[in-house]
């Protein structure tokens, strides 16, 4: 391994010689492990009496024994070449020093729409991507990836926008829905049209529906959905009622809505005749 002043920037030919290294090991790795498999089946055999299969087995690859030995003495001498952990730590602190740049790259590569600045992004207006170095993981809508690679985290974050925006939404079928549960609400609580009702309560009766007609539904997909009604300016019933929303004191008293150039918590929705229908 090669061996740097730690007050200046490694030099891409240092670089590639710890990545060749790395592949080096990584290869006789592979090779190894084939190796023993064969080994481990004729020593098997072996052991189970089956002399004949041992012999056959002997045959299909001369001389395990030292083959296998060279390969351990080769790997033994890349290891301690390479020290790997020492390796790894210098490398992905070499990956840190530009890391929130070659992620915005990546997003803008992929044309992803984003907003908000390092080390929280929100995508497209709905897709919350938050990366946290120190504790080494990446946090795309509440979820951790198991990835700080930003190539693989763009990945993460398409199945996402996928599963929000599928293309079965109908926005007059959702609406319908929303009317519909805003007015088992206001009839529970006795209010009146116009008055404004728990978004949760409302979302609630929606679910069971949408999970009635199939399908798992989240409260992810219920904003996604909520996000696709009002970006499309469908927000007004064929009766001419138009829904309307009210915000949240915080993030406990409601759901997390996109919205295009930034989102809010939602407490409440309701629907009310436009004023030039009165």
């Known amino acids: 391994m090669v061996q740097e002043d730690k007050t200046r920037q490694p030099t891409r030919k240092e670089v590639v010689n710890d990545d060749d290294e790395i592949k080096r090991t990584l290869a006789l790795l592979g090779k190894l492990k084939k190796q023993a498999e064969q080994y481990t089946r004729l020593a098997s055999a072996a052991a189970d009496g089956r002399y004949l299969d041992a012999e056959r087995a002997l045959k299909r690859t001369p001389n395990p024994t030292s083959r296998f030995l060279e390969l351990l003495g080769n790997l033994q001498e890349a290891i301690q070449n390479l020290s790997l952990e020492s390796t790894v730590l210098e490398l992905s602190k070499r990956a840190r020093l530009r890391y929130h740049e070659t992620l915005e790259q990546c997003f803008d590569q992929a044309s992803l729409q984003r907003s908000g600045q390092w080390p929280t992004y ?93 399908g798992r539904y989240p409260e992810s997909k219920f904003a996604a959905d909520l996000y696709q009604l009002c970006s499309k300016g469908m927000t007004t019933t064929p009766d001419r009622l138009r829904l309307e929303f009210s915000p949240a004191q915080n993030a ?22 436009k004023q030039n229908d009165v």
């Open 122 to 214: 929100v995508i497209s207006d709905t897709v919350r991507v938050h990366i946290d170095l120190d504790r080494v993981e990446a946090i795309v809508d509440g979820k951790k990836v198991g990835t700080l690679e930003p190539g693989r985290i763009i990945e993460q974050v398409k199945v996402r926008l996928k599963e929000l925006f599928n293309v079965s939404f109908d926005p007059e079928v959702f609406l319908s829905l929303l009317r519909s549960g805003y007015d088992k609400v206001a009839e529970k609580y006795g209010q009146t049209l116009g008055g404004y009702v728990d978004l949760r309560e409302v979302f609630a009766i929606v679910r069971t529906e949408m999970e009635h007609r199939g």
């Open 252 to 273: 406990a008293g409601g759901l997390y809505i996109p919205a295009q150039g930034g989102g809010n918590y939602i407490a409440s929705l309701r629907f009310v005749r």
